[in-house]
């Protein structure tokens, strides 16, 4: 079982930046879907951007060209670069390590780390 341990969470006000980091206990050039994932209250958890081995890289809507995914597998670490932020991205963001998911298949892992707040004030 893959641990992850999001950090970097905090209070920022509208149109600042925040950097989430999640740290995994295994290499995450060995997951092959690293991601994060956000819920706001009152609301389903959603995706907010994934990056898999091959260089895929998928966001939302609401945060394409303000949020940027990496990894840095020296450091078994992804990271989450949020700028411009606004109080709609308040929200307790969450990490995600997964497996390939084919077709319409279960996935042969699919790990969560325990969420990180961000609050972004007006």
């Known amino acids: 079982q893959v641990q992850l341990v999001e950090s970097g969470g905090g209070l920022v006000q509208a149109g600042g930046s925040l950097r989430l980091s999640c740290a995994a206990s295994?290499?995450?050039?060995?997951?092959?879907?690293m991601g994060w994932y956000r819920q706001a209250p009152g609301k389903q958890r959603e995706l907010v951007a994934t990056?898999?081995?091959?260089?895929?890289?998928v966001y939302a809507d609401s945060v394409k060209g303000r949020f940027t995914i990496s990894r840095d597998n020296a450091k078994n670490t992804v990271y989450l670069q949020m700028n411009s932020l606004k109080p709609e991205d308040t929200a307790v963001y969450y990490c995600?390590?997964?497996?390939?998911?084919?077709?319409?298949?279960?996935?042969?892992?699919?790990?969560w780390g325990q969420g990180t707040q961000v609050t972004v004030s007006s």
């Open positions: 990056d898999s081995t091959g260089g895929s890289r």
């Open positions: 995600n390590a997964r497996s390939p998911r084919y077709n319409s298949g279960s996935y042969t892992y699919n790990y």
């Open positions: 295994e290499s995450t050039s060995g997951i092959y879907t």
